[in-house]
């Protein structure tokens, strides 16, 4: 390592619970895979494990029919001495819209009354105005605000850009950032770069998380920790590489006996893979996990498109029977992201910027149709992007609709009143309100089957030793 190497083990976030199953087998792990292996998991010396939120909330309501909320208290059960740590996307929580305050509040106090230690929040503008009350209320409620900064390339995205917005973090009262690499753009020597950049800015703790769409994931985590960087995000090697993130264990033995060495035992580290070996095997052999997602995909770097977001207009041209004009699309996607002010591709802003490509190519007229998400967007809802947008893209997608400047939220009445009304004939919990509105059939139709299991038990335990006739 070189002689500018910061003498202090690195921290290791571990993430088979949550990013690494949702990024390889769209989040379809249940809760009874992960349970058996959480005792040992707790004694590896983790910082945290990242477990909640992100796009579990709504794979457990809506494919798992699961109550994610149950899920997490099992595993705080289960957790004695590591913390927990979810996703939380600011004003959006778990959802694709804003959603007032006092929702944003109760969804906060409630995630860490049912055990979660670190709530990573970010914003897909890396608007800091939409983090505000999901922090306050993370730091009112005794939980560890950690701030992911959404990392995107352009010409805005400057050292002065990332050194400012660090310095604005600190002063909005976070506990850490995150530099969030979603789409696994960041290159070893930028990570150093960046790291660097915001160890001179801040003083607060630097978490990398990036995905190995790239190929570059592992290089730019050890470039990263030569650069100081406090914490990665890394999977067990089971369910690492490909569009998950870099491997634990690799990570572990290639920082051996240098100054970063994390201290975690490579022999206790090969018992939690060999227990998501022969799940990971079985995902591979029913389909759920596809060999697409376990490769290098070099469009990444061209087209600095994430994986999900490719995947998305696959899907999309290919069901309008135009596959053969990805290419044309790619090449279609900067273009729009530089009308629409230079947005990072992270959810929603990836399918937003994505979609209107597509449209676009298939119209064969740029924003001749621009979808409901594209002209909020435009519209300010979704907050304020770094660069100006085109004003003729404007002009042609909203026409001479008045645009928001203020924070989105302030234009949303309270909403919680309302929705225990709507939920009380179903609510068996607090919770549930929260899950009512973040996904309202979604927890509609989840409440049905509950029910329905919860009167299938009763009958199953029944007496019926006093009936004429036996059932």
């Known amino acids: 390592m070189s002689e500018n190497t910061i003498k202090k083990p690195l921290k290791i976030t571990e993430t088979v619970l949550r990013d690494a199953h949702q990024s390889l087998i769209a989040t379809r792990m249940p809760t009874s895979e992960m349970l058996p292996i959480i005792g040992k998991m707790d004694e590896i010396g983790y910082y945290a494990v990242e477990c909640w939120g992100g796009a579990t909330f709504d794979a457990c309501l809506r494919f798992l029919k699961e109550d994610p909320w149950d899920r997490l208290r099992k595993l705080r059960d289960g957790f004695k001495k590591t913390k927990l740590q979810m996703l939380l996307r600011g004003q959006n929580l778990l959802g694709y819209a804003n959603y007032p305050d006092d929702v944003v509040e109760y969804f906060v106090e409630k995630s860490i009354a049912n055990g979660i230690d670190i709530i990573r929040i970010f914003d897909c503008l890396n608007d800091l105005r939409n983090l505000e009350t999901a922090v306050r209320a993370t730091k009112r409620e005794g939980g560890h605000a950690q701030i992911a900064l959404a990392y995107t390339l352009g010409e805005a995205y400057t050292d002065e850009y990332w050194a400012d917005i660090a310095k604005r973090i600190e002063d909005l009262g976070a506990d850490s950032i995150c530099i969030k690499d979603m789409s696994g753009l960041l290159l070893p020597y930028a990570a150093e770069k960046l790291v660097r950049t915001l160890k001179a800015s801040t003083s607060l703790p630097i978490d990398l998380h990036t995905h190995y769409t790239s190929g570059c994931g592992s290089m730019a985590y050890l470039k990263a920790a030569e650069a100081g960087v406090d914490i990665i995000d890394c999977a067990i090697s089971p369910f690492a590489l ?28 090969k018992e939690i893979a060999d227990y998501f070996t022969p799940y990971r095997d079985q995902c591979l052999e029913n389909g759920l996990m596809s060999t697409k997602v376990l490769g290098v995909n070099i469009r990444t770097l061209l087209y600095q498109v994430p994986g999900g977001m490719l995947s998305n207009m696959v899907s999309q041209l290919s069901e309008q029977g135009a596959a053969d004009k990805l290419t044309e699309v790619l090449e279609e996607v900067p273009r729009v992201r530089k009308d629409l002010g230079e947005p990072p591709l992270v959810t929603p802003s990836s399918q937003i910027v994505g979609t209107q490509a597509v449209m676009n ?13 594209t002209k909020d967007l435009v519209a300010g809802k979704y907050g304020q992007t770094l660069r100006p947008m085109n004003p003729d893209v404007v002009k042609k ?27 009380a004939p179903w609510k068996q919990q607090d919770e549930d309100v929260l899950s009512y509105a973040l996904f309202p059939q979604v927890a509609l139709d989840f409440f049905k089957y509950r029910l329905a299991q919860q009167d299938r038990v009763d009958l199953t335990k029944a007496d019926y030793s006093d009936m004429a006739y036996p059932v």
């Open 242 to 269: 490909g569009t998950s993130q870099p491997a634990t264990e690799v990570m572990v033995g290639a920082l051996q006996g240098t100054d970063r060495d994390t201290g975690l035992s490579q022999s206790a580290l």
């Open 361 to 373: 190519v298939l119209m064969g007229e740029r924003y001749k149709i621009a979808p409901i998400q």
């Open 397 to 423: 997608v909203i026409g001479d609709q008045e645009r928001i400047t203020c924070r989105p939220a302030d234009l949303i009445a309270p909403g919680l009143e309302k929705l225990e009304k709507e939920v």
